[in-house]
């Protein structure tokens, strides 16, 4: 969201809002892979991906990157960007730290600090660990950002925001280790609110003071929805910037100024290499699902990012898992970093959800879906998400299932923006809807009250075909 007209940060910088950029609806070409969500990422016009894997000029005219460009500086990602030498740049010192502890906060007990922390299985580590806002208004935040919490009816902070809130109000990179789902877009957006509020008004052609940087563009789209709940009371401006969408919508607003900006890596790197914005204002960097975005090869892509940013920044990491390459990353851009985690380091199944696996042979499972289809038919609110590992197969179930009776959705890397849109809307909406995805949807999708999730096939993480 932005505005094209704001005046002093007293409340007068109201303006006219703009929407987010329309869809566009191209042609693709060669054979993309599902966990390229961002289409920046395919390059050239033999469709090869930028980390080597195959991909097509994805779902939305023209691939991310320009076709001369294909072979520009070996085809690295951001190798049109030259490396910031900071050393020798006179930096504008900033506040970062605004965190007061409330009264009650510290009244409390190390013991009762403890308590809490076992209670909810939160562990940190680190030098000097604030501890938790148990309650919001212990949090210290402004009027409107407490009337907005209520309006949104939360009962009080989830574990990760507890203990999250205190350490980003006062300034210190951290590492936040919990399972989607936990409220850590809240962990961070607030924050980053009270950050810009207290940074000097930002200009016309100026980028923006805070970044987040998100893997797919359904959990970026997640984010700005956040980020516009809480920040439009105080005319702090947003945009959301990815593949698969038009450039021009997105690159105006960016030239607008928008305060946040969520991206996916690929396509910022484009409007970074075309001097279409920068991150010279940038003080507070968020990297939400930073295992995934590794994961899906937007290493080089973070790395070239970072680079245009001023090392004295403050930053956010947020994980669902701990890898090695996920702590190597903290261990070289974040400095004297808190950690928290909450519950386990690793994925595991959540106990509080009955799992049923039925293994069957292959051709036996378009009969046992419809049955369970049919058995489940009779129960109110049966919103289904139905898991396959490839586009066609996608395709195949949602066909089966809407020539039995039923009302299927598919979502898939071939599926446009406006179609993405239109069907995570429906999916939403209904209480008996039917999702049949990749893994596009696996993350991102925001809190659903789910009756029904089938995985129809074995997943694995390496690059062999599964069978099944």
Not at 183 to 194: D, N, Q, R, S
Not at 211 to 227: D, H, K, S, Y
Request: glycine content about 12%; overall charge positive; proline content about 5%.
């Amino acid at each position: 969201m932005y505005d094209d007209r704001r005046g002093g940060r007293g409340g007068g910088r109201g303006g006219m809002r703009g929407g987010r950029g329309g869809t566009s609806r191209g042609g693709r070409g060669g054979r993309s892979d599902d966990r390229s969500h961002d289409r920046s990422r395919s390059v050239g016009s033999r469709g090869r991906g930028r980390d080597g894997r195959d991909g097509g000029r994805g779902f939305g005219g023209r691939g991310g990157r320009d076709d001369f460009r294909g072979n520009f500086k070996n085809d690295q990602p951001g190798g049109g960007l030259r490396k910031i030498r900071w050393d020798s740049v006179q930096l504008t010192p900033f506040q970062k730290n605004f965190y007061v502890p409330h009264s009650n906060v510290q009244n409390r007990s190390p013991a009762e600090v403890e308590a809490y922390r076992s209670q909810h299985q939160i562990t940190v580590r680190g030098r000097d660990v604030p501890a938790p806002s148990i309650y919001f208004e212990e949090g210290g935040f402004p009027d409107y950002a407490m009337k907005e919490i209520l309006k949104q009816g939360f009962p009080n902070p989830t574990p990760i925001q507890a203990q999250g809130w205190p350490i980003a109000l006062s300034g210190r990179d951290m590492v936040g280790i919990a399972q989607t789902g936990s409220g850590k877009t809240l962990a961070y957006i607030l924050p980053a609110i009270v950050h810009i509020i207290n940074q000097p008004r930002l200009l016309r052609d100026e980028g923006p003071i805070v970044l987040v940087l998100a893997p797919t563009r359904e959990l970026a789209q997640q984010i700005q929805q956040v980020a516009t709940d809480f920040g439009q009371s105080v005319q702090v401006r947003n945009t959301c910037v990815f593949g698969g969408a038009p450039k021009g919508p997105q690159g105006r607003c960016l030239e607008r100024g928008v305060e946040i900006v969520i991206a996916t890596p690929g396509r910022l790197i484009d409007f970074l290499e075309k001097d279409t914005t920068n991150l010279k204002r940038c003080t507070y960097l968020v990297l939400d699902e930073a295992d995934r975005m590794l994961d899906m090869g937007f290493e080089p892509q973070i790395r070239k990012i970072i680079e245009q940013i001023r090392p004295d920044r403050q930053v956010l990491m947020w994980s669902a898992t701990w890898p090695k390459e996920v702590k190597n990353l903290a261990e070289e851009f974040l400095h004297d970093y808190i950690q928290i985690n909450i519950g386990s380091l690793s994925l595991s199944a959540n106990h509080n959800i009955l799992q049923i696996v039925d293994v069957c042979e292959e051709w036996e499972k378009n009969d046992k879906l419809i049955t369970l289809l049919t058995e489940i038919s009779s129960v109110e609110e049966t919103k289904t998400i139905i898991f396959a590992e490839t586009k066609r197969k996608v395709d195949d179930i949602t066909k089966a299932i809407n020539r039995a009776g039923w009302n299927a959705l598919a979502i898939h890397g071939d599926k446009n923006q406006m179609d993405r849109d239109y069907v995570l809307n429906q999916f939403r909406q209904y209480p008996e809807g039917i999702l049949v995805a990749t893994d596009v949807a696996a993350r991102g999708l925001g809190k659903l009250q789910l009756y029904l999730l089938i995985p129809c096939e074995t997943f694995q993480t390496n690059t062999t075909e599964q069978s099944s």
